[in-house]
Each structure stands twice: as structure tokens, then as C-alpha cells.
């Protein structure tokens, strides 16, 4: 094969239509491997960054009922009172999550500019209904 190629090359005919025909179907066939691979790998980074909001958000919530020895009333709070450095955000939705009175997760604000509907679920709950589903207000 390889000599064909060198040979080819000498000659300075080119390659046929079916050896063209050939490397652009093997191109193909990667291609197709590689995508699918790669969005999947995406979603599932997606989720995971998803679930590690959720807990740091949980996390900072019980950092601040310890000290304060009362819930905060939403994410901004924990924002504003020094318990995060910024408000977490869904890397799907690209919006921001909800808390409800005993500082669990309910939920992810409707989808912010160019994100579509968080599909990650609860973390705790792997990827299942948020606590109190349901009654998350929109
Ligand atoms: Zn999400």
C-alpha cells in the first residue's frame, strides 16, 4: 500500500476515485465513533457539575445555619453573606438553583439566556426528584 502510495506520488497521477473514495469513508467511520463519544462524555461532565453545585450549595447552607442557627432564606444570601464566592449555576440551564426553608436544593431556575431545561435531578437522589418536587415554585 505504502509503495502504491510513494509509486503514485512519482508518478504524479494522483489517486484514483476509489483509493479518495476509500480514506473519506474511513474518515467517516471515525467521525461517527468519535462524536457520539464525545457528546456523551459532555452530558455526563454536564450532570456531574450539576450534582457538585447542588452540594456545594447544600454544604454552604448548613455552614450558615451553623453559625447563624437559622436557614438562609435563598442562594443570594449565602452570596451576599460571604458563604459563596458567586451564585452556582446549572451548566445546562445556565441559571441558578433554589433552596427551600431547611436549605435543600428544590430545584434550577428557569433556563437563563441560551440554556435549555436542567435535566440533572437531585444529587442526593441520583438524578431523581428534588426534595418537595412539585411545589417548586417557577
Ligand atoms: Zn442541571
Known sequence: MFDRICRSLKN?????????MVVVAIIGILVGIAVPLFNKSTS???KKACHANQRIIEGAAMQ?????????SDVE?????G????????PL?????TINDKGKVTGVK??????????????????G???GSGSSSP
Not at 110 to 127: K, L
Open 12 to 20: 504524479r497521477r494522483g489517486f484514483t476515485l476509489v483509493e479518495l
Open 44 to 46: 455526563s461532565a454536564e
Open 110 to 127: 428557569p433556563p437563563g439566556s441560551g440554556g435549555t431545561q436542567c435535566n440533572h435531578g437531585y444529587y442526593a437522589n441520583d438524578g
Open 77 to 81: 444570601a449565602l452570596v451576599n453573606e
Open 93 to 97: 440551564s445556565k441559571s441558578g438553583y
Open 64 to 72: 450558615y445555619y451553623a453559625e447563624k442557627n437559622t436557614w438562609p
Open 129 to 131: 426528584q428534588f426534595p
Open 83 to 90: 458563604y459563596l464566592q458567586e451564585e452556582p449555576k446549572c
